[in-house]
């Protein structure tokens, strides 16, 4: 009986060691795709690469993202799954080139943007910590996040052709709340064991992270930029 109960305690510890690994790399991972998001993002911006615009843009981008994650999730138990995962950021960090550029377009577009990524980061070592730390289970809260996902792509879409401002603005409210119970929801399924795999793991975070950056900065923008 002892030594069942010993090695019971060595499965767990063994558990417990490969999911501080997993969680531990793709914390490692996230910071390095953020090279690739920051280089995509400077070269957009700097030599002006032009985005496809309208409907048929929002297809072209959703097309090539869809591609870029099938990619990964079929390579994701080799080197190729990080390169393409690096490659996925790169392109992401080139489709802020208009997010960007309207934002300097502002005399305090500069400070606009870090202030994003600040709260970003504040958002994430929050949720992050609150994911790993807490016995609350925050399963339910990924189910609620998905059909909010379905609304605002729906919305987004719909809003191509309408050009609301202030959906614009609601749609972007809305998804700092989807996307931060996404962070919730994925951090704590990493940490308990639920997601093995660092690469899935770190995509599915880094996308997270994405979306509450671009819709804090397009808040920011409405609310605080100037022109003057």
Same mark, same amino acid.
């Given at each position: 009986? &002892?030594?069942?109960?010993?090695?019971?305690?060595?499965?767990?510890?063994?558990?417990?060691?490969?999911?501080?690994?997993?969680?531990?790399?793709?914390?490692?991972?996230?910071? !390095?795709?953020?090279? *690739?998001?920051?280089?995509?993002?400077?070269?957009?911006?700097?030599?002006?690469? *032009?985005?496809?615009?309208?409907?048929?843009?929002?297809?072209?981008?959703?097309?090539?993202?869809?591609?870029?994650?099938?990619?990964?999730?079929?390579?994701k138990h080799s080197g190729?799954?990080?390169? !393409?995962?690096?490659?996925?950021?790169?392109?992401?960090?080139?489709?802020?080139?208009?997010?960007?550029?309207?934002?300097?377009?502002?005399?305090?577009?500069?400070?606009?943007?870090?202030?994003?990524?600040?709260? $970003?980061?504040?958002?994430?070592?929050?949720?992050?910590?609150?994911? $790993?730390?807490?016995?609350?289970d925050f399963s339910a809260?990924?189910?609620?996040?998905?059909?909010?996902?379905?609304?605002?792509?729906?919305?987004?879409?719909?809003?191509?052709?309408?050009?609301?401002?202030?959906?614009?603005?609601?749609?972007?409210?809305?998804?700092?709340?989807?996307?931060?119970?996404?962070?919730?929801?994925?951090?704590?399924?990493?940490?308990?064991?639920?997601?093995?795999?660092?690469?899935?793991?770190?995509?599915?975070?880094?996308?997270?992270?994405?979306?509450?950056?671009?819709?804090?900065?397009?808040?920011?923008?409405?609310?605080?930029?100037?022109? &003057?």
């Open positions: 009986m &002892e030594y069942n109960l010993n090695k019971t305690l060595d499965q767990s510890a063994g558990r417990q060691v490969a999911r501080n690994s997993v969680l531990r790399n793709t914390y490692w991972l996230l910071a !390095l795709s953020m090279i *690739p998001t920051v280089l995509g993002a400077f070269i957009g911006v700097s030599f002006g690469v *032009p985005m496809p615009r309208g409907f048929i843009g929002a297809l072209l981008f959703l097309g090539v993202a869809f591609g870029f994650i099938w990619a990964i999730e079929k390579n190729v799954g990080v390169a !393409l995962l690096l490659g996925f950021t790169f392109f992401m960090g080139l489709m802020l080139t208009p997010i960007l550029n309207r934002t300097l377009g502002y005399t305090n577009g500069g400070m606009l943007i870090m202030l994003a990524f600040g709260g $970003t980061a504040a958002v994430f070592t929050v949720l992050a910590s609150i994911a $790993t730390v807490s016995k609350r809260v990924g189910k609620w996040a998905m059909a909010g996902l379905v609304v605002i792509i729906l919305a987004s879409l719909a809003n191509i052709f309408f050009q609301i401002p202030a959906l614009t603005l609601t749609i972007s409210v809305l998804a700092i709340g989807i996307f931060s119970a996404f962070l919730l929801y994925d951090v704590q399924r990493i940490a308990n064991g639920g997601e093995t795999n660092y690469i899935s793991a770190t995509l599915a975070v880094y996308l997270n992270v994405y979306n509450i950056f671009t819709s804090l900065l397009q808040i920011l923008g409405f609310a605080g930029g100037s022109r &003057e």
